[in-house]
C-alpha cells in the first residue's frame, strides 16, 4: 500500500469519470478513477466529517467561512502527470480512518491493490471543493452537496467574512 504524498483530479468526458492522479514519496506516478457513484457515496461520507451536530446547530454560517478560507488558502500547485508507466486502476472501495486532525482514505483497486491519502481538516476541505468543481463541470448531480460546498463565499458573506 503506498501512501499518496501529492494528488490533483480532472475530470475526463470520454470516461465521464474523476481522474485521481497521484505520487508517492518515490515519485511513482498513479491514475485512480472514480466513478460518479464511488464519489457519490465517498461526499456522503466526508461531509458529516465536518459538520458536528452541535457546531452546526450553534453557528450554520462558520462552515460556510471555514470553507471559504480552505479554498482561498489553495495554492497554485502543478498537478500530477502520470505518465505512460503510471499505475492505473478503478476505485472500487475507499476506507476512511479518522485519526486524530487527519484522515486516512485508503482506495482500493483492481488485484488487491491500494494507495492511501492521509489529508488534514484544511486539505479536506480543499478536496471537496474541487470535487465539486468538477461534478459541475460533468454536469452531474448537485444534490448531495451543502450550500457551505457549493457557494462557501455566500454564507461566509452572511457572517461578516471578508474575502
Do not use: K
Not at 492522479?21 to 466513478?35: I, N, P, S
Not at 458529516?48 to 446547530?57: C, F, Q
Not at 453557528?59 to 502543478?78: H, I, K, L, N, Y
Not at 471537496?128 to 459541475?136: M, N, P, S
Amino acid at each position: 500500500m503506498a501512501e499518496i504524498t501529492r494528488f490533483s483530479f480532472l475530470y475526463d468526458p470520454a470516461e465521464d469519470r474523476i481522474a485521481l492522479d497521484a505520487e508517492d514519496a518515490e515519485g511513482a506516478a498513479t491514475r485512480l478513477w472514480l466513478t460518479q457513484r464511488l464519489c457519490r457515496g465517498l461526499v456522503q461520507a466526508l461531509v458529516p466529517m465536518l459538520t458536528p451536530p452541535a457546531s452546526a446547530l450553534e453557528d450554520p454560517g462558520r462552515q460556510s467561512w471555514e470553507q471559504a478560507a480552505a479554498v482561498q488558502a489553495m495554492g497554485a500547485t502543478p498537478p500530477v502527470r502520470p505518465g505512460p508507466d503510471a499505475t492505473v486502476g478503478l476505485v472500487h472501495e475507499v476506507t476512511i480512518a479518522p485519526g486524530g486532525d487527519r484522515l486516512a482514505l485508503t482506495l482500493r483497486f483492481a488485484g488487491g491493490r491500494s494507495r492511501t491519502l492521509s489529508i488534514a481538516t484544511v486539505a479536506l476541505r480543499q478536496t471537496l471543493a474541487e470535487l465539486h468543481r468538477l461534478h459541475v463541470i460533468a454536469a452531474w448531480p448537485q444534490d448531495l452537496w451543502p450550500a457551505w460546498i457549493a457557494d462557501p463565499a455566500g454564507g461566509a458573506a452572511a457572517v461578516g467574512a471578508v474575502n
